[in-house]
């Protein structure tokens, strides 16, 4: 099965109603005829998908990683991963069961029934807006949509509806603008993106008549835009992916209860599925069962956890090793978990930099990627982790998480905003899949989607 292209798309001019009705009952069609058809065949892989990127999903689990054989006389950092990958194997959990589990999950995926729904209807108006082709899109990708969609429900409640009652027929006024700014704050928008929101609707205000769509529209242009200046203040690619060919380290921090093993876990799985060679170092040594945890979360990928199952092992010599055997092996992509810590902790805090200060000494050539994992339903409160945590670790981007379960999906904003990062990555379901690459269109469309 392949996956649609998400590291090359673009946005173009909306199209109208019309348009993407046909666009959805031209996609509907080829998807179902796809599913009655041959439901074990493969989507069309995008024509103008980069040639350097592989998206095959593997039909199944591989019962060992898939990773280069190692040299016939190993170095003595590589004997002493494998050592620690022997030890590891000795601890970690059975799988025999989560393979299956795995199987199964992607049959699911592969035969899930589609139906052309609100659901359907909506994902279809974005990505058409989007100036998607109908026939280059999967299952996964409408999917995806949906459940984000579905997943800022909590967010949108009371937020879009009182919105659209506030504005009703009237012109845009100082009282609606008054009544979008509390609406504003209460999804945890923030005060900054909150007053240049209201300035570009007040500008339009004293130069015409605005009306409520009119006004709606022209909101989701500003916030569309904010959390996009990050990206144009460092002059950086819109979405994240490895550069192929090279080594390339993410360091994952964050408090404790965030889900950072589950955000590694997943950004693993999406490598493997693009591509990429994959390895993990579970610099957490701290937690109880942490590295066993992410070794169930490798399984599930087939990718190699770089590990020291000791009791409070020192992680920056995790680090140390996992880097001697991304370059021995020639992985692209080593994701490096780190034990939760909070912000107040000077002790642990200077620990997360002696990782940083590692991966800059030993691997001066390879792609850094700092990226904060922050909980969404933690609203303000992840501002000032993420302040905190940038002097230490040197971030480059933020992901969200648990956006299915929040009511304050609006501080994606605010973390935009205060924080100059860009979001990466935005999670919405405890699924293997339910972690995308952040699109400011698709986000801000679903923020304030019409129930």
Partial sequence: MAEFDWFNRETTEAQSAEDALAWAKEAYARLKAQQQGAPDAPLDTPTDAPS??????????????????????PSLLEQAAARRDERLASVSLPVLELKTEVKTEINAELTTEIQLDSDFLWSAEVLAAQGRPAAQVSIEEIDWLGKLRRGMEKTRQGFVTQLLENLGDDPLSEQSLEQIETLLLKADVGIESTDLALDRLRLRMNEAVVDAAEAISLLKQELREQLDIPLGKQ?????????????????????????????????ANLAVRSGYSCLMAAGDTFRAAAVQQLQVWAERSGVAVIANPSANADPAAVVFDAIGAARSKNIELLLVDTAGRLQTKHNLMEELAKVRRIIDRLAPEAQVESLLVLDSSQGQNGLRQAMAFAAAAQLTGVILTKLDGSARGGVALAVAAETGLPIRFIGAGEGLRDLRPFNSFEFIEALLARN
Wanted: net charge negative; proline share 13%; no cysteine.
């Fill in 52 to 73: 350097d990127i592989s998206i095959d999903i593997p039909t199944d689990t591989p019962d060992t990683p898939d990773i280069p054989d190692v040299p016939a006389a």
């Fill in 235 to 267: 002059g950086i690619a819109p979405l994240l992916a490895p550069i192929k060919g090279r080594l390339n380290i993410w360091l994952i921090v964050g408090v404790n209860g965030v889900g950072k093993t589950t955000t590694l876990g997943k950004l």
